[in-house]
């Protein structure tokens, strides 16, 4: 059984450009969400798409976005990057939108904004 | 505000030896908490996940303890190998029916296992 695919691994920007991620669930997971890992900060919950639709945000600004399409697959742009933006992002997927459920992660993409 | 407190931060021990990490939080409602192994520059790695009547779980040489009352838990670990050497994040589910905004996370230990 695949696990979450996440994809680039590794991304190098300059400050300014934007970037797309992509993540693909587990079969069958409806649910995908986002997050920022850095070392200061621990995770922190980006956003959270089910069935196509954003059900959730965290607290971060609007240059941050995502989408999820009709196979579940999602991207996350961030436009306008900025050097704080530097992270490992994380996705996860979840059968459903229920927290009681067990949430699968990805290896995540490592961006490196300079 | 929902909280996870791990300790310690940082902890180093000799392979073969047993090590306790420690998780204290403040969410309300509380529906379940998980404990995940994060390899470096990896995603994390669910271990065990405990409800409100679990008070023991174990994963094999991993075991996860609850005290719901004390809002506590802990992750030990036993016979530790080189392979043990990750963060461990403790992660904290709010009530039944929310989505994953509803997570707390921990800001997780490093442990380093050292021959």
């Known amino acids: 059984k695949a696990g979450v695919t996440q994809t680039p691994r590794y991304l190098i920007k300059t400050r300014g450009q934007q970037v797309t991620l992509s993540c693909s669930p587990i079969s069958g997971h409806r649910s995908v969400s986002w997050y920022q890992q850095t070392p200061g900060q621990g995770l922190q919950f980006l956003f959270e798409?089910?069935?196509?639709?954003?059900?959730n945000k965290g607290n971060f600004p609007g240059r941050f976005s995502g989408r999820q399409f009709s196979n579940s697959r999602s991207e996350m742009n961030v436009s306008t990057l900025e050097l704080g933006d530097s992270a490992l992002y994380l996705c996860a997927s979840s059968r459903n939108s229920e927290s009681n459920y067990g949430y699968t992660f990805g290896s995540g993409t490592r961006l490196t904004v300079v | 505000k929902n909280q996870v407190e791990q300790s310690p931060q940082s902890l180093i021990i000799l392979e073969g030896k047993n090590c306790t990490l420690q998780c204290n939080y403040t969410v309300s409602p509380f529906s379940n908490l998980r404990w995940y192994k994060q390899d470096t520059g990896r995603g994390p790695v669910s271990l065990t996940i405990?409800?409100?009547?679990?008070n023991t779980k174990s994963n094999g040489r991993y075991t996860a303890t609850l005290d719901a009352d004390t809002k506590q838990s802990s992750l030990h670990i036993t016979a530790s190998q080189l392979s043990d050497s990750a963060s461990y994040i403790c992660?904290?589910?709010?009530?039944?029916?929310?989505?994953?905004?509803?997570?707390?996370f921990g800001k997780g230990t490093h442990l380093i296992i050292q021959p």
């Open positions: 405990m409800t409100f009547s679990e």
């Open positions: 798409y089910f069935s196509e639709t954003q059900r």
């Open positions: 992660v904290v589910s709010a009530a039944a029916g929310g989505g994953a905004d509803g997570l707390t």
